[in-house]
């Protein structure tokens, strides 16, 4: 939450306007191009470009202008144990293991790894954690990590995240509908790209080439 705060500031100080709690209904389309972007209090927001990176939620708000997009909803756990002293220094991960694994700044231990929820409610992003996952990912934390064995756990929740068909994000514009650009299937990699991915977007929405890195150009979606 540091980091996204941290970007929202940096946003603001370059003239960024940031609505929080603001829901997005969908997308208005006039003449084949985007128009606005309609909230769920009513409001319309008119625009010459929009940006959907709404995650799992993106194939939904492009389902109302006619794009279908081969995303899949994943639930993924995360587990949150008592604090303990500092002895955890890097992120651990282990080869044939779903595991990741780090401490944090007041001891607790933080455990994914890719390990399954359920949906409840998509629309209103609930979950449900399943036994046999908790079970699983607690044990196998403790044998890659053994000072975690006499760690409690003292909260676990989950993530909806987007998947792709080959775990690799879509991005970039709509083919048909005019100023609407993309990015979404991140396959849970999503937040760690984000300063690049931010950067490719804004090129993009403003009409140019996404360069990324040593020459290398993106290629729209088709």
Known sequence: MATVRAFATAARRLGASIDEGAGARGLALERGRVAAVERDDGRRLACDAAIVAAGAWTAALLGGVGVRLPIETRPLQMLLTEP???????????????????????????????????????????????????????????????????????????????????????????????????????????????????DVLARLALGGEAKLGSGLTLRHLS
């Open 84 to 198: 303990a002293p500092a002895g955890l220094a890097p992120v651990l991960g282990a080869f044939d293991h779903k595991l990741s694994l780090k401490q944090l700044d007041d001891g607790a231990y933080l455990i994914g790894g890719g390990w399954p929820a359920r949906v409840i409610d998509h629309a209103a992003n609930r979950y449900e954690l399943l036994e046999e996952s908790v079970k699983a990912s607690l044990e196998t934390a403790r044998a890659v990590y053994p000072p975690l064995a006499d760690r409690a756990l003292a909260r676990g929740w989950a993530g909806l995240e987007a998947f792709t068909p080959d775990d690799l994000p879509m991005i970039g514009h709509i083919p048909g509908i005019e100023g609407l650009v993309i990015a979404a299937g991140f396959s849970g990699h999503g937040f760690a790209l984000s300063p690049m991915i931010g």
